[in-house]
């Protein structure tokens, strides 16, 4: 009787969550390999951020973390969606692997203040700022980790030219991610 309750409650994802976590997933691996090498660091400027930022924005806490950790997944296992076309367990053990288990505490992170004040743009990008922070904070560890750098090195190399672009690419994707969300609730769609 008991297995039956279970059974009748319904699937833990409807076929809308599914479908809007796969496209979202893959807006994440269309911009995650674009990226540009620069001389000072070995940390590129990447694509990926923007994208993350614009699925958490759409998604919110749960779906936009499985939608994070699904790029990470199909990255490890060997899909060419990390930066410059990156793949594998490799890419993740590498330089810039902290930045990109990062974005899984970016996630839920973010995701908690969009889900806990859903009309509060202002404390949405707070939760931006502070999850990015922990982001930075993963990837400077690791960076300095891997390299042998001190710590204000690979603060240098990993995150202070960094800063504005991604200031730019927070601004953009809310700009589009926010308006979306809306449009997809009213068309019953999240």
């Not at 620069?38 to 998604?59: A, K, R």
């Not at 806490?61 to 594998?88: C, D, E, M, R």
């Amino acid at each position: 009787m008991e297995n039956n309750a279970k059974a009748s409650s319904g699937p833990i994802f409807t076929v809308k969550e599914i479908a809007i976590t796969a496209v979202m997933t893959a807006i994440i691996c269309i911009l995650g390999p674009w990226a540009l090498n620069i001389p000072v660091s070995p940390v590129p400027i990447s694509l990926c951020s923007m994208g993350v930022y614009f699925v958490l924005s759409v998604l919110g806490l749960k779906l936009g973390t499985i939608s994070v950790a699904l790029y990470v997944l199909l990255g490890a296992v060997g899909l060419p969606v990390f930066s410059n076309f990156g793949a594998g367990i490799g890419k993740l053990l590498g330089p810039t692997g902290g930045y990109i288990i990062g974005y899984l505490f970016l996630a839920l992170i973010c995701g908690f203040f969009i889900q806990k004040f859903p009309e509060k743009l202002l404390l949405h990008v707070v939760g931006f700022v502070l999850g990015t922070l922990v982001l930075y904070a993963f990837g400077t560890a690791w960076l300095k980790f891997q390299t042998k750098m001190t710590f204000p090195a690979a603060l240098m190399a990993g995150v202070i030219p960094y800063i504005p672009g991604d200031i730019v690419k927070l601004i953009i994707a809310m700009a589009i991610g926010t308006p979306l969300k809306k449009r997809l609730k009213q068309a019953n769609l999240l």
